[in-house]
């Protein structure tokens, strides 16, 4: 059978389903699911606990758990990188990922030996680079971060896919740089103790953590040229845009440039259409209420989630979203 008559027979049986358990599901809160999803535990590869990652992966495992009576957990990890090998290895269901390692894992480049079968279920927010240092640090820019220690993400990180990227941008040669390959929260803890002179990072803005640091230890943000950005895309996947990281952001007296990159949830391609569609359907209606917890969120639009290029949007997606148009 096709998946695309996977994915129509899911729908039969979904309204089907509503029309008898409407009333049903309106006091018990739980609703029917796609056939697909199997038993036992399902996962969702977030990242470190003080990201966002986490947190969104977390709210979402408890409404799609609740939505659809199934017991879906969120999973710490170390990011992009991480998460998308989970999900291609069966793992995970869903990951997290930023849209250039998502580009990279399908091209099979960079951290990634083969192309890995994954595919996008939505584009969800953008997230910003974050160069962190001590608000009294003599570190000014990147090129005084050489013959210095500085996280540059944890391995199999998609922030150290970009730490990486944009330090040869800007001519500073990264062996120079004795780096702990830490992850967030262990970078925050060494730039408070510190341990370490700077950091990388790569998420959503505020990061909680970072925001959090700022409150008890003075931070600033390097800046990262725009025209370091330009050949960052001209090299890699052109995932990426400039930016600005705004006056008032962990304390900060004025905006620094930055970039940003798009961020995905990502599935494997053989994930069935009805599930894909089950987990749209519940991130969309609970985009109000995670908000609450994770303010990025509040962020997700249909208009803009189908722009995944050039990692291709999932069967199921691309129904879900025409069903929407409808």
Same mark, same amino acid.
């Given at each position: 059978?096709?998946? %695309?008559?996977?994915?129509? =027979? ?15 599901? %309106?006091?018990?809160?739980? =609703? ?15 990242? %470190?606990?003080?990201?966002?990652? *986490? ?12 939505? *659809? ?25 869903? &990951? /997290? ?30 997230e910003y680079l974050h160069v962190v240092v001590r608000e009294d640090s003599d570190i000014d820019e990147l090129a005084d971060l050489a013959g210095r220690t500085v996280s540059l993400g944890a391995e199999n990180s998609g922030?150290?896919? #970009?730490?990486?990227?944009? $330090?040869?941008?800007? +001519? ?6 004795? +780096?702990? !390959? ?10 408070? +103790?510190?341990? #370490?002179?700077? /950091? *990388?990072?790569? &998420? ?10 700022? $409150? ?9 040229? !725009? ?16 930016? +600005?990281?705004?006056?008032? $952001? ?23 259409? %009805? ?8 991130l969309f209606d609970a985009r109000t209420r995670i908000a609450h917890d994770v303010p990025l969120a509040a962020l997700l639009d249909r208009t803009q989630a189908i722009f995944t290029g050039p990692v291709p949007l999932h069967p199921g997606a691309i129904d879900y979203f025409r069903d929407q148009r409808d």
């Amino acid at each position: 059978m096709s998946r %695309g008559a996977r994915s129509h =027979g899911a729908i039969r049986r979904l309204l089907a389903a509503a029309v008898v358990l409407g009333a049903v599901a %309106g006091v018990t809160g739980c =609703g029917t699911h796609a056939d697909g999803w199997g038993s036992g535990e399902i996962t969702i590869a977030g990242g %470190g606990a003080d990201g966002v990652y *986490f947190t969104y992966g977390t709210r979402l495992a408890e409404e799609l758990s609740d939505r *659809f009576d199934l017991d879906v957990t969120a999973a710490q990890t170390a990011g992009s990188v991480d998460n998308i090998l989970r999900v291609a290895s069966g793992e995970a269901l869903l &990951g /997290f990922a930023q849209g250039d390692a998502a580009a990279d894992a399908v091209a099979g480049v960079g951290a990634f030996s083969d192309a890995l079968p994954v595919e996008a279920v939505a584009r969800l927010y953008d997230e910003y680079l974050h160069v962190v240092v001590r608000e009294d640090s003599d570190i000014d820019e990147l090129a005084d971060l050489a013959g210095r220690t500085v996280s540059l993400g944890a391995e199999n990180s998609g922030v150290n896919v #970009i730490a990486s990227r944009v $330090l040869a941008a800007a +001519d500073v040669d990264v062996t120079s740089i004795a +780096d702990p !390959q830490l992850d967030l929260a262990a970078s925050i803890q060494a730039l408070e +103790d510190s341990a #370490i002179d700077g /950091f *990388f990072w790569v &998420g959503g803005i505020p990061t909680p953590g970072i925001a959090d640091l700022a $409150l008890t230890t003075p931070v600033r943000l390097l800046p990262i040229e !725009q025209g370091w950005v330009g050949d960052v895309n001209e090299r890699f996947s052109h995932a990426y845009r400039p930016a +600005d990281l705004p006056v008032g $952001l962990y304390g900060l007296e004025q905006s620094e440039p930055t970039l940003a990159v798009p961020n995905y949830l990502v599935t494997a391609d053989d994930t069935p259409d %009805g599930v894909v569609r089950d987990v749209l359907e519940g991130l969309f209606d609970a985009r109000t209420r995670i908000a609450h917890d994770v303010p990025l969120a509040a962020l997700l639009d249909r208009t803009q989630a189908i722009f995944t290029g050039p990692v291709p949007l999932h069967p199921g997606a691309i129904d879900y979203f025409r069903d929407q148009r409808d």
